[in-house]
């Protein structure tokens, strides 16, 4: 079993910067991929960013691309979303989530390519 913690998120106005960390415990080092989903209220959760942690290599939905930046502290079992120049629409509920296996690519932007999730943190960007 994989536990995930959330942290980092909080209130910015528009055009600020927010970092989001998910520390995974457990079972760790069996996870394929990690990455970030997000949830607005009234919306249905939507895939942000996901890294896998063999070969680095990092996928990125259209509207955060060139905005944020998804890593990894390999050490320490983490993966961090840095968030720049955000907008009142980033606004949503952050998800960090876990794959424990490479079910390929068509997987990566869906909930169901995941098997592990954290509890989530807010974030709030104000106009």
């Known amino acids: 079993q994989v536990q995930l913690v959330e942290s980092g998120g909080g209130l910015v106005q528009a055009g600020g910067s927010l970092r989001l960390s998910c520390a995974a415990s457990g079972r760790a080092v069996g996870t394929y991929a990690m990455g970030w989903f997000r949830q607005a209220p009234g919306k249905e959760r939507e895939f942000v960013a996901v890294?896998?942690?063999?070969?680095?290599?990092?996928y990125y939905r259209d509207s955060v691309k060139g905005r944020f930046t998804i890593s990894t502290d390999n050490a320490k079992n983490t993966v961090y979303l840095q968030m720049n120049s955000l907008k009142p629409e980033d606004t949503a509920i952050y998800y960090c989530v876990a794959a424990a296996t490479d079910r390929g690519l068509i997987f990566i932007t869906i909930p169901q390519g995941y098997d592990y999730w954290g509890q989530g943190t807010q974030v709030t960007v104000s106009s």
């Open positions: 890294i896998r942690w063999s070969g680095g290599n990092t």
